[in-house]
């Protein structure tokens, strides 16, 4: 995913020449040909991203579109606050990109589990946050942020991931992508891990229970549309997300679903509000803690029991 | 300098302390003290360095100037208040319920371009904006103005190192170099000393100046940048909440305001009728 985010946004860059990016000596590989492309508008901070973040606020308020770049929580919560005061409440047009949501770098361990980003920057004033489930929202999604006028955090995956979608997609800021139509339970996932939810949809139909699946690509501003169409048409809601459990996915749908007045049977599938120290690979992290399609259709099972 | 010159600096210099007593004694807020140590330098960049325009503060062709010591910013409230920016009524407000003006500093206002009051927060934006200049062909400059305390920010050393490997010559960073900070003097706290150095090694162009002289503060900004492919950095040594003289060089002066007795008296220091 994350070569098709370079791809696109070297494209971009091509035909707009206000986008700068701007990096903390993250991107080996990757960012190669945008920084060949466009020397005058590549900048390597060097390993110091709360000045990467503060040079890039300040190209934005001359009128640039600066992109941060960098892996896991470097370009967010080492700089926070750069994101808070500067970029946000000058409402500026800085777009913060992860490379490796959620566990994608499994055995490196904690200090590159970015697992509470989505909470975190939900959390702030102006700034949109999208987690593309796949190689072509990713795609979508680059073409999204570079229109949106404001700060924006992209939160990319980080290897080839299957595709989510079958044919074109249509990709809305704050509009939920349907994956598959059903009435019995709606599935809504956002991010890479989104996958495995439709998988288990698939395994649950085999079980005679027709669940609805739905990519929720922009976690801010959330689509309440979708949300409240969910637990009217289908009465029942499973959110999915490689995040801590407190405040991501599942809070924000959370919070609309309470405010609808709607009763509904809810769960959240996220991960345990703990730190990750256990050691293993993206894929055996993830089915550790009941990520699988087999552990994401029977918690389903349980919720509908 | 032609004298009349240099009592135009210090009338103004005067007037935005006197404001400053006010509105800090109005508010009941702190930080007078890192208000009246730049109350100086404000003067003179606003009356002879800084290409801004009251009428347009948005000009595109306009020097930037940010405060990244957003905590002093009644001062340049003061200042842009004299200047014509906003209603003078406005000081008033400060630090009020439903007020016009923060007690730190807010592009909200008139004339301000960045609002900062988390430390360490302004070189990195006046660094990109430099960019953007450069890369746009742009001749306005960037100042920056800052406190012994934003020195003291890991993100001040990343955008200075930057700003020297980039060759940004229309960068200037000026540091009220009071030498007191918010819990002691610092030279109990981190001594930067030998400071000058440390910026020359560090690629900066560094001039050392006393940050109350106006005659020198004009010479001085007036050279910038001080070499091609540097940027420049003034030491101005100056004395926290200079003009009142029982609060000077103290680490109160950085919270206390004064009471209505101490206003009248420092008032009549300043020769300032109440
Ligand atoms: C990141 C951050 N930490 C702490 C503070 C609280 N604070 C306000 S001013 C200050 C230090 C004051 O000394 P100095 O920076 O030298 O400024 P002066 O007022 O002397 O010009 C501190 C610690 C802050 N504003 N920002």
């Given amino acids: ?305 | 300098m032609v004298s009349e010159k240099l009592e135009m600096y210090q009338e103004l210099a005067t007037k935005i302390r006197a404001h400053c007593l006010r509105m800090t004694h109005r508010g009941m807020s702190g930080h007078l003290g890192s208000m009246l140590s730049m109350a100086d330098m404000l003067a003179v960049l606003y009356t002879s360095i800084l290409k801004v325009d009251p009428e347009n503060p948005e000009w595109d062709e306009r020097d930037r100037f940010v405060l990244s010591k957003g905590h002093g910013g009644a001062a340049v409230y003061a200042v842009l208040a004299e200047k014509g920016f906003f209603p003078m009524e406005w000081l008033n407000t400060y630090y009020l319920d439903d007020g016009k003006l923060s007690g730190h500093i807010s592009h909200h206002v008139p004339g301000v371009e960045f609002s900062t009051g988390s430390l360490g927060h302004g070189l990195p934006v006046a660094v990109g904006m430099a960019l953007a200049a450069r890369n746009d062909g742009k001749q306005h400059r960037i100042f920056c103005l800052m406190s012994d305390g934003d020195c003291n920010e890991g993100s001040t050393w990343e955008a200075l190192m930057f700003a020297a490997h980039h060759e940004l010559d229309s960068l200037i960073v000026i540091v009220d170099y009071n030498r007191v900070q918010a819990l002691g003097k610092m030279a109990d706290v981190i001594e930067m000393e030998p400071f000058v150095p440390k910026l020359e090694l560090f690629g900066w162009s560094v001039r050392s100046i006393d940050g109350h002289d106006c005659e020198q503060l004009e010479a001085t900004l007036s050279e910038v940048p001080f070499e091609k492919g540097r940027p420049s950095w003034v030491l101005a040594s100056t004395t926290k909440c200079k003009g009142v003289s029982w609060l000077e060089d103290t680490v109160g002066s950085h919270y206390g305001c004064v009471n209505d007795e101490e206003l009248a008296a420092a008032l009549a220091e300043l020769g300032v009728s109440k």
């Fill in chain 1, 1 to 305: 995913m994350r070569s098709a985010f370079n791809e696109e946004l070297l494209k971009i860059a091509k035909a707009d020449d206000r986008i700068y990016m701007v990096l903390a000596d993250i991107g080996y590989g990757e960012i190669e040909p945008f920084a060949e492309a466009f020397p005058d508008r590549f900048y390597n901070c060097g390993v110091a991203e709360q000045n990467m973040t503060g040079v890039a606020c300040g190209l934005a308020m001359e009128g640039k579109i600066a992109v941060t770049y960098s892996i896991a929580n470097f370009p967010t919560l080492r700089c926070l606050e750069q994101i808070r005061n500067d970029v946000c409440y000058h409402d500026q047009n800085v777009k913060i990109v992860i490379i490796g949501g959620g566990l994608a770098y499994g055995s490196l361990g904690v200090s590159h589990h970015s697992t509470e980003d989505i909470a975190i920057m939900r959390s702030l004033p102006d700034c949109v946050v999208v987690c593309p489930a796949d190689i072509p929202e990713a795609r979508a999604a680059t073409y999204a942020m570079i229109e949106h006028e404001g700060a924006f955090y992209y939160r990319c995956g980080y290897k080839q991931e299957p595709d989510l979608h079958q044919g074109k997609i249509d990709f809305e800021l704050g509009k939920a992508i349907e994956v598959c139509d059903g009435s019995d339970v709606t599935l809504i996932g956002t991010g890479t891990v989104t996958y495995r939810a439709w998988q288990a949809a698939e395994l649950l139909a085999g079980e005679g229970i027709k669940a609805r699946v739905i990519s929720m690509h922009t976690v801010k501003p959330i689509d309440r549309e979708a949300i409240v169409a969910a637990a009217r048409e289908t009465g029942a809601i499973v959110t999915v997300e490689e995040h801590n459990i407190c405040g991501g996915l599942g809070g924000a749908v959370a919070e609309v679903i309470a405010e609808s007045g709607m009763g509904i049977g809810f769960k959240m599938i996220a991960l345990p509000d703990e730190y990750v120290h256990i050691v293993g690979t993206h894929e055996w992290l993830l089915d550790y803690y009941g990520f699988s399609p087999e552990g994401i259709a029977g918690s389903v099972v349980e919720l509908l029991a």
